[in-house]
Nanobody
Framework: QVQLVESGGGLVQPGKSLRLSCAAS????????MSWYRQAPGKGREWVAS???????VYADSVRGRFIISRDNVRNTVYLQMNTLKYEDTAVYYC????????WGQGTQVTVSS
C-alpha cells in the first residue's frame, strides 16, 4: 500500500523556521518528482515546490529564497525547510507523489502567529 505521511508542522512565530518531513512507503521516491502543496484557510490548494529525480528544485514565487525542498532517497523521505516564515505561510501542507493517479498525504498544519 502506497502512503505519504507528513510531520513537523506546528505553531511558529513570524521570521522563525520549521522543517516538514514526508515519509513515503510502498514505493521508492527516487523514481519520482516529489512536491509540496499547501492550502490556506478559505483558499484553494497551492503548489509550493518540487524536486525532480535529478534533484533539480523548483519553487513558487511566494516561497523562493525562503523554502528549501530536499530528498533523502535512503530514508525515502522528502523535506521542506521553511525559513523566514510569514503570516501568509499559514496553511495545511501536503506532500504529493505522482503514483496511483496522484498520491497525497494527510497534511500537516503550519500556523505562523505571534
Amino acid at each position: 500500500q502506497v502512503q505519504l505521511v507528513e510531520s513537523g508542522g506546528g505553531l511558529v512565530q513570524p521570521g522563525k523556521s520549521l522543517r516538514l518531513s514526508c515519509a513515503a512507503s510502498g514505493f521508492t521516491i527516487s523514481g519520482y518528482t516529489m512536491s509540496w502543496y499547501r492550502q490556506a484557510p478559505g483558499k484553494g490548494r497551492e503548489w509550493v515546490a518540487s524536486i525532480h529525480i535529478n534533484s533539480v528544485t523548483v519553487y513558487a514565487d511566494s516561497v523562493r529564497g525562503r523554502f528549501i525542498i530536499s530528498r533523502d532517497n535512503v530514508r525515502n523521505t522528502v523535506y521542506l525547510q521553511m525559513n523566514t516564515l510569514k503570516y501568509e505561510d499559514t496553511a495545511v501542507y501536503y506532500c504529493v507523489a505522482p503514483v496511483s493517479g496522484g498520491l497525497w498525504g494527510q497534511g500537516t498544519q503550519v500556523t505562523v502567529s505571534s
